[in-house]
């Protein structure tokens, strides 16, 4: 059985995230999804506005058809190595440098690392700056 893992914070959820989670599963059997935990987001960007908490999205995530397993995370450079998986499925856009660690680490590990496309014309920006209009 292949294990992938993806990543995100899925605030302002969007059907370009149900898209990633179904592109992720196809990667393999088994998806385990990490959410980022709340006090990393604010430390990330102070100004951030969250929507709901980590344990609300948590529970958004569970209730997706194509996700298995759903973990907490703070930085995924650190948290992705006591992770069981095979696969990392990472979206087009995470390539900061935490995402670029990771990546690197799995690489050295054996891991496969996958890069997924992103849906066009969808983005949480872009749904934040419609919704203060």
């Known amino acids: 059985m292949k294990k992938v ?22 990667c393999g059997d088994y ?9 990393e987001i604010h430390k990330n960007k102070p ?3 969250l929507l709901y908490s980590l344990e609300q999205r948590m529970e958004i995530i569970k209730a997706i058809r194509y996700v298995d397993e759903v973990v907490p995370y703070a930085q995924i450079a650190d948290d992705i190595k006591n992770i069981d998986f095979d696969i990392f499925a990472r979206g087009g856009d995470q390539l900061h440098k935490g995402f670029v660690d990771a990546a690197n680490w799995c690489v050295e590990n054996g891991k496969k690392v996958q890069t997924l496309s992103r849906t066009p014309n969808i983005c949480s920006s ?3 700056a419609q919704l203060k209009e």
């Open 126 to 128: 872009n749904i934040k």
């Open 5 to 26: 893992l993806t990543v995100g914070v899925f605030d302002y959820f969007h059907y370009g995230h149900l898209k990633l989670l179904e592109r992720a599963k196809d």
């Open 31 to 39: 998806l385990i999804v990490a959410v980022q935990r709340d006090e």
């Open 47 to 49: 100004d951030a506005t």
